[in-house]
Nanobody
Framework: HVQLVESGGGSVQAGGSLRLSCAAS????????LAWFRQAPGKQRDWVAT???????SYTDSVKGRFTISKDNAESTLYLQMDSLRPEDSGMYYC???????????????????WGPGTQVTVS
């Protein structure tokens, strides 16, 4: 049974930093596509970043150079380091996972099979 639990959200001033974590269990962590998505109130859930393996990462353009996705296979934990935060980065942040069977990781929400409950990020 796959379980994901996010943590690390909070309120921060513009220009500040936060580090989100996603603790995972119930599957072979290293083989799957893992991603961060975010959702602002009244808007759809948008892709932020993905990682597969140890160094295959992708980012949406608005966070490139500011956010870093990483993971610790031994701890089965996914991270999102967020620097130079902007008010438009505010929203509920979710981690998602699916098995791409060796293919490229998708940025589409409907590809992801499992989700955590989310952690709120507010930038003012």
């Amino acid at each position: 049974h796959v379980q994901l639990v996010e943590s690390g959200g909070g309120s921060v001033q513009a220009g500040g930093s936060l580090r989100l974590s996603c603790a995972a269990s119930g599957y072979t962590f290293s083989n799957y596509c893992l991603a961060w998505f975010r959702q602002a109130p009244g808007k759809q859930r948008d892709w932020v970043a993905t990682i597969r393996g140890s160094d295959t990462t992708s980012y949406t353009d608005s966070v490139k150079g500011r956010f870093t996705i990483s993971k610790d296979n031994a701890e089965s934990t996914l991270y999102l380091q967020m620097d130079s935060l902007r008010p438009e980065d505010s929203g509920m942040y979710y981690c998602g996972v699916y098995d791409a069977y060796g293919g490229r990781c998708s940025f589409r929400e409907d590809f992801y099979d499992y989700w955590g409950p989310g952690t709120q990020v507010t930038v003012s």
